[in-house]
């Protein structure tokens, strides 16, 4: 096996990856996209998830446990 043919093989895989590289580069183009619109939309609505976690926050429980001796009840 001559220089000529390893070097043509190793041209014929850098070949076959960029192949498959260029394939597949729309599907990672769009994931990224996603990805990063995601991010951005998060950041938009975070002042929206502070206020509505602050809304939801439900008040401290009695903790008195005085009801336990209460015989009325």
Known sequence: MD????LGYAAGYIAAMGGVFLLYLPVIILLVALLIAGGLLELLLLPFIALFKRLRRRPE?????SW???RNR
């Open 61 to 65: 429980p009695d903790l008195d446990p």
């Open 3 to 6: 220089t000529g043919t390893i």
């Open 68 to 70: 336990f001796l209460d």
